[in-house]
């Protein structure tokens, strides 16, 4: 029977959360206004500026990945632009729909999930359109590939892009080196890398996207913001707690070193990958495109998507992503970012291994009788 409090927590977010974390929230009350707040705020910048690899401003919002998708088009992008987003899964689809919210010229690069982004074309597609904002997502769980940022983010230094990132499963997990690329607004998430709940988000900002910020909407304008920032605040009433359990986990980055997390991460992620091919099984994207962040592999025929992972969950307390939208029942996914470590990820590959082999026989089975 599942057991949430002992479970092997394998989502591609949210994601394990240590004590630490957790026990950070466990306080009374806080006036958000109050000056233990305000200090709560400074030191949770700073160690965000870290995470980023930035010297620039960040601001730090109340709400999921998507908010600061959001907050990030809204205030940067105008009607008259011409936005170039590229897409080869959820998120970046996603980044495309709140495009067209706030622009009247949007041409949209939507390719295969898992597929990885032509670079010539995408050269061709900037300067036949006078692109001057370029979104795409880094690192897409949808479908386990990790996009080409230091070549994407050269042809819009190029052509001088306005870039919008999407790394809320990179940034944290994944170098990103978000001044020396010079990236315009980078996204991320409280709930991935990070290993903290869900709730809190974070926008590095470049000086030449800030000096560009509009007001078009109330709650999630970053000039806002970064005004209030300014005075340790934020303009509306935050998720206090959830900002304790963020600047927690922050810490726990600085003390391991972000090269180590990275580094860790690889390391963890080349071993799952190495143990899918010895299992018999595929990749979803190319290899060389594979995340390190989450793993997402192909079904053998015959294996039931929605059995196979019930049968994890029940029989063995694991949990694991399944596939989205055209993906569902093609893919299932392994997280492997945050503080998940090897031991809870060779445990899940046990599990994974004999349900997987259970279903082959069944089905086997079946074929004879």
Not at 328 to 334: C, D, N, Q, S, T
Request: glycine share 8%.
């Amino acid at each position: 029977m599942f057991d949430y409090q002992t479970s092997t927590f394998l989502l591609a977010g949210p994601v394990k959360m240590h004590p630490r974390v957790i026990n950070a929230m466990n306080v009374p009350a806080l006036n958000h206004r109050g000056e233990y707040f305000k200090e709560v705020i400074n030191e949770t910048e700073e160690l965000f500026k870290y995470l980023f690899q930035t010297n620039n401003k960040v601001a730090i919002l109340t709400g999921s990945g998507t908010a600061g998708i959001e907050a990030s088009v809204s205030s940067l992008v105008r009607e008259e632009d011409k936005v170039l987003s590229l897409s080869n899964g959820k998120f970046g689809e996603r980044l495309g729909e709140v495009s067209e919210m706030y622009s009247k010229h949007v041409f949209k690069e939507k390719l295969e999930w898992g597929k990885p982004f032509d670079l010539d074309k995408v050269e061709k597609l900037i300067t036949d359109n006078n692109i001057n904002v370029l979104t795409f997502c880094h690192n897409e769980t949808s479908c386990g590939i990790t996009n080409q940022l230091n070549e994407l983010m050269k042809l819009a230094k190029k052509y001088s892009c306005y870039t919008i990132v999407d790394g809320i499963t990179s940034v944290g997990g994944i170098e990103v080196k978000t001044d020396e690329l010079g990236i315009d607004l980078l996204v991320t998430g409280s709930q991935k890398c990070l290993a903290a709940p869900p709730g809190v988000v974070a926008v590095a900002v470049s000086p030449r996207a800030e000096e560009r910020l509009q007001d078009r909407v109330m709650y999630l304008g970053l000039k806002k913001h970064l005004k209030s920032l300014e005075k340790q605040e934020t303009p509306w009433t935050p998720a206090t707690h959830m900002f304790l359990a963020v600047r927690e986990a922050l810490r726990m980055i600085k003390e391991e070193g972000l090269e180590n997390r990275i580094k860790n991460t690889a390391k963890i992620a080349e071993k799952v990958r190495n143990a899918v091919y010895e299992m018999g099984l595929e990749l979803y994207p190319p290899k060389d495109f594979a995340s390190n962040t989450v793993t997402a592999i192909r079904y053998p025929k015959g294996v039931d998507d929605k059995k196979f992972r019930e049968e994890l969950l029940k029989k063995y307390n694991i949990v694991v992503s399944g596939g989205q939208e055209p993906l569902k029942g093609v893919i299932f996914r392994i997280g492997h970012m945050g503080i998940v470590d090897w031991k809870d990820i060779s445990i899940g590959l046990t599990a994974i291994s004999e349900v997987l082999n259970s279903h082959k026989k069944a089905d086997l089975y079946s074929l004879i009788k």
